[in-house]
């Protein structure tokens, strides 16, 4: 009989190991998800930045052409004035 309890006793120590080494498992998967998870939106807030940097850039460049065009269309403009001798 108390073979048979220690016996019983050495499964129940060894399901007890099992149940703690999945419970471990999953712990470290759960873990690796969540730095996956991080990485993941630390690198999707970078693009989003980049883009919105490439953007303001694209538009001071627009706003930079524009400028010149105009400024180019005033140096016309003058010279034409002068031209005619308004």
Do not use: P
Not at 18 to 47: N, P, Q, T, Y
Not at 49 to 59: F, P, S, T
């Amino acid at each position: 009989m108390e073979e048979y309890n220690r016996m019983l006793d050495k499964q129940d120590k060894m399901r007890a190991d099992e149940w703690e080494k999945r419970e471990s498992k999953i712990k470290k998967s759960m873990a690796r998800m969540g730095d996956v998870m991080k990485k993941s939106d630390a690198a999707e807030k970078e693009f989003e930045a980049r883009i919105v940097r490439d953007q303001i850039l694209k538009d001071k460049e627009a706003e930079a052409r524009e400028k010149k065009k105009r400024e180019e269309e005033r140096k016309r403009d003058r010279a034409m004035i002068a031209q005619l001798g308004v």
